[in-house]
């Protein structure tokens, strides 16, 4: 009889309940929404930190991450990529070339950081030929081809087919000018990493740093850097302890940018933020209201202590009505919230008119709302305890009652 | 024997601030079966002590036996039992729980008694037939008149089986055909049943029914009429 008198009591006053009942709906769905913008967010910083910048795993001659010195090569990259490939948890591999140097045109110049990739490989890696919006992917035609961003285009005031001239150090330590030709402009939607980035055909930039070497290196064996896709990132530290050799650096992409494990963090405390913040606001609409349907119904009280209702069934009467008040805003407020977080799931919420804003962060204009599993599950637990902590104060006051003087309330 | 018996009550409120002495030494008893109206003026203690003997008040100073135990030695929550299962009561503004029906309502004790299913079933039934409203069982209070409302009130009042009934101002908010309609029901249970009977009121009508009448004044007993 308690469930039910506690649930009827509940609806005495259906306007009230029902504007309760939907602060708490839109409290739950307010804090999915935002940890499904926040969880897309990250989640499109990280995958477009993965994806363009830093794969899942990089490997590096130990000395070179310190001075970036182009004499610090990896030995036969190559050979080493080919047996990478081969591993079953191993979706993509390529060979790079990394050079720093200056990029002038007759309209100006700026310090570049030079990748030297294999075109089809780094396609499969980071799918550069598909953010080219004008002009072509490298195709190998002819020497020195080079891709440069739109944001790198227009500070130097050039287009596809004008001609750049890049200064970089060799292998010597000499400078060594060479001129390109551009033939594509890449958007990546990363300024910072468009601003300072531009890529050529490996065996490029090969020739040029091994031209005074007279030799001494083999130019198709000259690499900086193997990168890697894994076919899961379970497997990352499991591939990265197999694939170790004394002589290289091999870093997860969690210790070459540790902002993305600190963004990885902090998606699994993103929910419990939002929905602590809400909840506790929320905490005092509920005490708020819990403790006028007591306050109003003092005589009631009053007269069931007095007929025999010992204070343990008032306090859970209590209790119960504001679980009940939990138990039928959480699903509605969880439900609206899943139909939202798969709509903006599959369509994503576009905020273009930021993307100036958004791409200095290495963000996408466009976030794919994504809320973990189990926040679903969090969410009702957050609630139920509200309600019941919310609900606290005013039981304690209905048990403090004296039946004598409640049945004399008018 | 006696259901009731106090000795030197008194009650006094804000004995710190401006004392009001609401009993003086009152002594009574009252036997089983009786139909007593405690009557007075406004402020004479009537209803204090109707409090008082049923557990719901405690007295300042003396003794309250029920049913031969001194419940003014019970904790608060001794006297929650010790009201469920031997005191009924009626109150003045009917005080039915207005979110259950009537059926619920007289049922309700019964479930704090913890009496099964079958057992609940068959009482309400009988009370509500004796009450006279087996065709409202499951009217909630909002669609009962005032008369009807009270007639489930001394229902739920009989439903524990309680060794009284205490009922304040039972027939104050009521017109006259419902006073004697709920005056013919509580004269017959305690004609039939034996059921012991405490008023207060100042309702004549209730007082022409009564067979004991105890006068309050000033928190004394004045006068204490028996018309057997």
Redesign the interface.
């Known amino acids: 009889?308690i469930p039910?008198?506690a649930w009827?009591?509940l609806?005495?006053n259906p306007t009230r309940t029902l504007v309760l009942i939907g602060a708490i709906a839109l409290g739950v769905w307010a804090a999915l929404f935002m940890t499904g913008f926040a969880t897309g967010m990250i989640k499109s910083y990280i995958s477009n930190a993965i994806d363009q910048v830093v794969s899942h795993i990089q490997i590096h001659h130990p000395d070179f991450a310190e001075d970036q010195d182009v004499k610090f090569m990896l030995e036969n990259p190559e050979q080493a990529a080919t047996e990478i490939a081969q591993r079953a948890d191993v979706k993509a591999v390529t060979v790079r070339t990394l050079a720093t140097g200056m990029i002038s045109s007759a309209k100006g110049a700026r310090g570049i950081k030079v990748k030297g990739i294999d075109p089809a490989q780094e396609s499969v890696l980071t799918g550069l030929d598909q953010r080219i919006v004008d002009g072509t992917y490298l195709e190998g035609k002819r020497k020195n081809e080079i891709l440069i961003s739109r944001a790198i285009a227009e500070k130097l005031k050039v287009r596809v087919r004008s001609k750049l001239v890049l200064n970089m150090q060799d292998l010597q330590g000499e400078i060594t000018p060479a001129a390109f030709r551009v033939v594509g402009i890449f958007h990546t939607g990363n300024k910072p990493f468009d601003e300072g980035h531009v890529f050529v055909a490996r065996k490029d930039l090969n020739r040029l740093l091994t031209l005074t070497s007279e030799g001494a290196v083999d130019p198709a064996d000259l690499g900086h850097e193997i990168a890697m896709l894994l076919e899961d990132t379970k497997n990352l530290l499991a591939v990265q302890s197999a694939i170790s050799k004394p002589e290289w650096q091999v870093e997860n992409y969690k210790e070459i940018s540790p902002d993305l494990e600190l963004y990885e963090s902090q998606m699994e405390f993103v929910s419990t933020i939002y929905l602590s913040i809400i909840m506790l606001a929320l905490t005092f609409g509920i005490i708020n209201t819990m403790l006028m349907a007591v306050l109003e119904r003092l005589?009631?009280l009053g007269?069931?202590?007095?007929?025999?209702?010992?204070?343990l069934?008032i306090f859970l009467m209590i209790m119960l009505e504001a679980v009940f008040l939990g138990a039928v805003a959480a699903p509605i407020g969880l439900g609206l919230g899943m139909l939202t977080i798969y709509f903006l799931g599959q369509h994503g919420l576009d905020l273009s008119m930021y993307s100036d804003s958004l791409e200095m962060y290495g963000m996408s204009p466009v976030v794919y709302f994504d809320v973990p599993a189990k926040v679903y599950w969090q969410i009702p637990i957050f609630v139920a305890c509200t309600a019941i902590l919310a609900a606290l104060y005013p039981a304690y006051k209905a048990i403090k009652l004296k039946?004598?003087e409640a049945?004399r309330k008018i | 024997m006696d259901v009731i018996k106090t000795q030197g009550v008194t009650k006094v409120y804000n004995p710190d601030k401006i004392p009001v002495n609401a009993l003086n030494g009152v002594d009574i008893n009252i036997e089983e079966g009786e139909f007593t109206a405690i009557v007075g003026p406004s402020g004479s203690g009537k209803t204090t002590l109707l409090?008082i003997i049923?557990g719901?008040?405690r007295p300042s100073d003396g003794e309250v036996f029920v049913g031969g135990q001194d419940i003014s030695e019970l904790s608060?929550?001794q006297l929650?039992?010790f009201?469920?299962?031997y005191i009924g009561?009626v109150?003045q503004?009917y005080?039915l729980?207005?979110?259950?029906t009537a059926k619920?309502n007289v049922?309700?004790?019964m479930?704090?008694?913890k009496r099964s299913k079958e057992e609940r079933d068959q009482r309400v039934k009988e009370l509500m037939d004796s009450v006279g409203l087996l065709d409202k069982m499951d009217s909630r209070p909002a669609q009962l008149s005032g008369g009807q409302q009270q007639r489930v009130a001394v229902a739920?009042a009989l439903a524990?089986k309680p060794t009284f009934i205490l009922a304040d101002e039972p027939t104050a908010n009521l017109d006259s055909k419902s006073t004697e309609n709920l005056l013919d029901i509580m004269a017959r249970l305690n004609k039939d049943e034996n059921m012991t009977f405490v008023f207060s009121t100042h309702d004549q009508r209730v007082i022409d029914r009564a067979r004991r009448v105890v006068t309050l004044v000033d928190g004394k007993i004045s006068q204490d009429e028996r018309r057997d």
């Open positions: 009889m039910i008198l009827r009591n609806w005495r005589r009631e007269m069931l202590m007095g007929i025999g209702m010992n204070k069934k039946p004598v049945i | 409090n049923g719901l008040d608060d929550n929650i039992d009201r469920k299962d009561f109150f503004a005080n729980i207005p979110v259950l619920e049922e309700f004790v479930l704090l008694q739920r524990p």
